[in-house]
T-cell receptor, first 116, second 113 residues
């Protein structure tokens, strides 16, 4: 059973370009989460999605960032007009549907975005 | 979500037992306590989860006192490969639209020979 897959692992973009980060959840998992980690900091929640539905985007910056999880294919985190401050590691996690007991989340290896 | 406080760093030697304590004074009745481990350049990995008393698995033990205002992650006989950042998280899995995890800065454990 393959784990959470993210690609690319490393992404370099110039300021003003667009960055697209992809995440394929574990088989059987219908819930995807995106987190951002700046150097020397903990992970910060960005967005929580189910297939074709955004459940919670309270951690997403108001502008330039968007996420989707289509019926078919991976989840995509899209950053438009990147700036140097967007340089970070972006982690995707997946889980089965939440219930009364928090499920463990399975994290991918991350995409390291560098904006030059 | 309950705020957590844990030491910034800890040092240990191979073969020793390491105990990392996390304070969560505002833990709610429905909250669970979960610990994750993160190696450099990798995503976090679930270690253990508990609600009260003691939980043990093949990797670690989690001790939770009766008042649940703190918890202690115990790693028996650590090795160099246990060098990582350890995060304590508290939540009920339902607040905020599901299983949104809130990570603090964690505890950097360094294990030496």
């Amino acid at each position: 059973n393959a784990g959470v897959m993210q690609n690319p692992r490393h992404l370099v973009r110039r300021r003003g370009q667009e960055a697209r980060l992809r995440c394929s959840p574990m088989k059987g998992h219908s819930h995807v989460y995106w987190y951002r980690q700046l150097p020397e900091e903990g992970l910060k929640f960005m967005v929580y999605l189910q297939k074709e539905n955004i459940i919670d985007e309270s951690g997403m910056p108001k502008e330039r960032f968007s996420a989707e999880f289509p019926k078919e294919g991976p989840s995509i985190l899209r950053i438009q007009q990147v700036v140097r401050g967007d340089s970070a590691a972006y982690f995707c996690a997946s889980s089965p549907p939440p219930s009364g007991v928090p499920y463990e989340q399975y994290f991918g290896p991350g995409t390291r975005l560098t904006v030059t | 979500l309950a705020k957590t406080t844990q030491p910034i760093s800890m040092d240990s030697y191979e073969g020793q037992e390491v105990n990392i304590t996390c304070s969560h004074n505002n833990i709610a009745t429905n909250d669970y306590i979960t610990w994750y481990q993160q190696f450099p350049s990798q995503g976090p990995r679930f270690i253990i989860q508990g609600y009260k008393t003691k939980v043990t698995n093949e990797v670690a033990s989690l001790f939770i006192p009766a008042d649940r205002k703190s918890s202690t992650l115990s790693l028996p006989r650590v090795s160099l490969s246990d060098t990582a950042v350890y995060y304590c998280l508290v939540g009920d899995g339902l607040t905020g639209g599901g299983n949104k995890l809130t990570f603090g800065t964690g505890t950097q454990l360094k294990v030496e020979l």
